[in-house]
């Protein structure tokens, strides 16, 4: 049998419990043949309760962190059941869990429990009305590992994009995205790459001015700042160009010209890859697909998740998609099965 891929939750208030659910009956002849196993980390009360509604031909029983085996899907309790947790109702406990399950799925990857976990959405205000003050899962994973050089990657098909910087402010992007970090990120983006099968690991960094500065008339950071990092990865051997202008860097990525763009701040890597990856209704202008894998790199675990948040306004409702899941967990298998070939 497959070693198990732990997944975590989130806020079991949001739409986590329906969509691990969701994803588990749709992966379900994986499960069954041994290719795939799954431990599910979080509030076992909410997970029943969405099971009951979303996919009651599924079993998923409960284990516990002693136990010597695992059946191939199963669920694992993160701590105490405080008050009940309504779905759409934002509440500390609701924060609580989502910390406690990430903080036991990566004590699990740790161990060689598990080969890596898979994040379902937790939500910021309530995971701070918890006690537990950070901006979102990437900094957590960074302080429970013991990593201050992490990185985003966002996935969507053969979008892949690296982040130098995410939650900060724009104005402070141009001192953050120093020379080391960008050599740091390319690096962990060519040892993704290779992980995940691209064998020339081809890396386009993006420019962070209009026109990658057009000379110095727009800003010199291109030119003084990125320009001598790509050198410095292209004379050690590396597949890497730049900078890219923004505005066409992306268009090449969709046409296979790279295997990876490194985007210098949250919006510019983002856009391109939600845009891509939500599906909307032309007739209703609602979201019928949602599509796309956020990976932690860096880490000594491995690490993806959704990339969309709690939907706190249709959980429970049943119309959530769990394609974003089902991608995420596929990423997983890939880089655990990458890791174990580079070993």
Known sequence: MARHLAITMGDPAGIGPEIIVKAAARLRPRIEAGELALLVIGSNAALEHARAQFAAGVAIPEVSETDDAWPALCAMQAG?????????????????FAYLAVERGVRLAQSGRVGGIVTAPLNKEAL??????????????????????SCMMLAHGNMRVSHLTTHIALEDVPKRATADRLR????????????????????????????????????????????????????????????????????????????????????????????????????????????????????????????????????????????????????????????????
């Open 80 to 96: 105490p059941e405080g008050e009940p947790i309504r779905p759409g109702e934002l509440s500390a406990d609701g924060g609580r």
């Open 184 to 343: 740091g990120v390319i690096e962990l983006t060519r040892q993704a790459l290779l992980r995940l099968g691209a064998p020339r690991a081809r890396i386009a960094v993006a420019a962070l001015n209009p026109h990658a500065g057009e000379g110095g008339l727009f800003g010199r950071h291109d030119i003084d700042v990125a320009a001598p990092v790509i050198a410095e990865a292209v004379e050690a051997g590396h597949d890497v160009v730049g900078p890219v202008p923004g505005d066409t860097v992306f268009v090449k990525l969709r046409a296979g010209q790279y295997d990876a763009v490194i985007a210098n701040y949250h919006d510019q890597g983002h856009i391109p890859v939600k845009l891509l990856g939500f599906e909307v209704d032309p007739a209703t202008g609602q979201w019928n697909d949602l599509s796309g894998v956020n990976i932690t790199l860096g880490l000594p675990i491995i690490r993806t998740s959704v990339d969309h948040g709690t939907a706190f306004d249709i959980a429970g409702k049943g119309i959530a998609n769990e394609h974003s899941l089902v991608e995420a967990i596929e990423y997983a298998e890939r880089l655990d099965t990458g890791r174990a070939h580079a070993a």
């Open 128 to 149: 701070n009305k918890a006690g537990y003050h950070y901006p979102g899962h990437t900094e957590m994973l960074a302080e429970l590992t013991g990593v201050k050089g």
